[in-house]
T-cell receptor
Framework: DGGITQSPKYLFRKEGQNVTLSCEQN?????MYWYRQDPGQGLRLIYY???????QKGDIAEGYSVSREKKESFPLTVTSAQKNPTAFYLC????????????FGDGTRLSIL | QQQVKQSPQSLIVQKGGISIINCAYE??????FPWYQQFPGKGPALLIA?????SEKKEGRFTISFNKSAKQFSLHIMDSQPGDSATYFC???????????FGTGTRLKVLA
């Protein structure tokens, strides 16, 4: 079955630590996205990538970094510069050029120790 | 200009009733309006979407109504079922871009 796999499901970060969230897709989609979801708020775009080796900042990119070395993979690093990282992080993909996210993973919940 | 306002925040409907969720946007450049369904602990799933050249789109029990002049669009869930209990998000964006603005979500509970 095609889909998006996010890991881990739960992640804890210590102060000053960088953590990396994994996102893998086997849908052969070109576009991939990272969103942050906070309680009572809509999804907010962190980064997106249209093709391999290319990515663009979304609305809340500060304190985050990404890479896109393979079509299937789009990992997100939450750096120590992100002062409020506690949230539910969602990875998504799209097959359409310039389109809305079509498929989402089941998310990673990040908390601060 | 980038906001999408969604209401109500929560909704309780009896089984078999109609659930109605409303969204309003400000940016007239938006030309694609998807709706997503999210169950607890899961990622959202694309449910249905509409372009402003049509006033209504129906897929099964789900219907989107679109009012371009009022810059509003709504999701109607006919014959609501307990399995429809989830959080629903509207979104708006422009074709050819990857930046979609999401509403704040509506938590729907359908009573058996």
């Amino acid at each position: 079955d095609g889909g998006i796999t996010q890991s881990p499901k739960y992640l804890f970060r210590k102060e000053g630590q960088n953590v990396t969230l994994s996102c893998e897709q086997n849908l052969n989609h070109d576009a991939m996205y990272w969103y942050r979801q906070d309680p009572g708020q809509g999804l907010r775009l962190i980064y997106y990538s249209q093709i391999v080796n290319d990515f663009q900042k979304g609305d809340i990119a500060e304190g985050y970094s990404v890479s896109r070395e393979k079509k299937e993979s789009f990992p997100l690093t939450v750096t120590s510069a992100q002062k409020n990282p506690t949230a539910f992080y969602l990875c998504a993909s799209s097959s359409t050029y310039g389109g809305q996210p079509q498929h989402f993973g089941d998310g990673t919940r990040l908390s601060i120790l | 200009q980038q906001q999408v306002k969604q209401s109500p925040q929560s909704l309780i409907v009896q089984k078999g009733g109609i659930s109605i969720i409303n969204c309003a946007y400000e940016n007239t450049a938006f030309d694609y309006f998807p709706w997503y369904q999210q169950f607890p602990g899961k990622g959202p799933a694309l449910l249905i979407a509409i372009r402003p050249d049509v006033s209504e789109k129906k897929e099964g029990r789900f219907t989107i109504s679109f009012n371009k002049s009022a810059k509003q669009f709504s999701l109607h869930i006919m014959d609501s079922q307990p399995g429809d209990s989830a959080t629903y998000f509207c979104a708006a964006g422009s074709s050819g871009t990857y930046k979609y603005i999401f509403g704040t979500g509506t938590r729907l509970k359908v009573l058996a």
